[in-house]
């Protein structure tokens, strides 16, 4: 049974850099049709999609954003890792490690995060 | 980049009850590329529906979904109490992926 478990700082000053790690267990992240992907939700907002990285190691990113931000894999190790540039107060949020894939077959496929994190709170505060 | 919009933004409703959802896509979405999520306070989103229409794993057949083109709803039939959450509605199209601003269905 595949399982994420999403990990960083819990607090940072605003202008730092972090990275925030996923571990799959149960699965390999360089196998199958997946789309691993990061989504971060601000206190109180809804769902806000920031990239994926597919098991091929190709990368994808909603349209730019005030902090840059990154998203890597290690094959190795089964993780999936989002780094982030300079931060600000506004990227206080609850990060979400995200499985994208296809489900069902035939007429009946489609595709959407069938497999998710707890989430980790990030909160950028002086 | 497509934008979704999901109607009501509350839903104020009583256990037994249905429940629609609506969800607006500002261009066409194939449906393979539409899905649903509910998410309870504290906890991450639970993929509800895929495919536009197709139950995921484990959920009940009071959930159903349907709609084609930049039109798509969520319809939850005899509303149980722990059917009282947030949902969104997502989409991929052009390597990209976008959510909704969600619906709340709340007690009345």
């Known amino acids: 049974q595949v399982q994420l478990q999403e990990s960083g700082p819990g607090l940072v000053k605003p202008s730092q850099n972090l990275a925030l790690t996923c571990t799959v267990s149960?699965?390999?992240?360089?196998?199958?049709?997946?789309?691993w992907s990061w989504i971060r939700q601000p206190p109180g907002k809804g769902l806000e999609w920031i990239g994926y990285?597919?098991?091929?190691?190709?990368?994808y990113y909603s349209p730019p954003r005030e902090t840059p931000m990154a998203i890597s894999m290690d094959t190795s190790k089964n993780e999936v890792y989002l780094r982030l540039t300079s931060v600000t107060v506004a990227d206080t949020a609850v990060y979400y490690c995200a499985r994208g894939a296809y489900s069902g077959s035939g007429v009946f496929a489609g595709w959407g995060f069938d497999l998710w994190g707890q989430g980790t709170l990030m909160t950028v505060s002086s | 980049e497509t934008v979704l919009t999901q109607s009501p933004g509350t839903l104020s409703l009583s256990p037994g009850e249905t429940a629609t959802l609506s969800c607006r896509a500002s261009?066409?979405?194939?449906?393979?590329?539409l899905a649903w999520y509910q998410q309870k306070p504290g906890q991450a989103p639970r993929l509800l529906i895929y495919g536009a229409s197709s139950r995921a794993t484990g959920i009940p057949d009071r959930f159903s979904g349907s709609g084609s083109g930049t039109d798509f709803t969520l319809t939850i039939s005899r509303l149980e109490p722990e059917d009282f959450a947030m949902y969104y509605c997502q989409q991929y199209s052009s390597s990209l992926v976008s959510f909704g601003p969600g619906t709340k269905v709340d007690l009345k």
């Open positions: 990285i597919s098991h091929t190691g190709t990368t």
């Open positions: 149960g699965g390999s992240v360089s196998r199958g049709d997946y789309y």
């Open positions: 261009r066409s979405v194939s449906s393979t590329f």
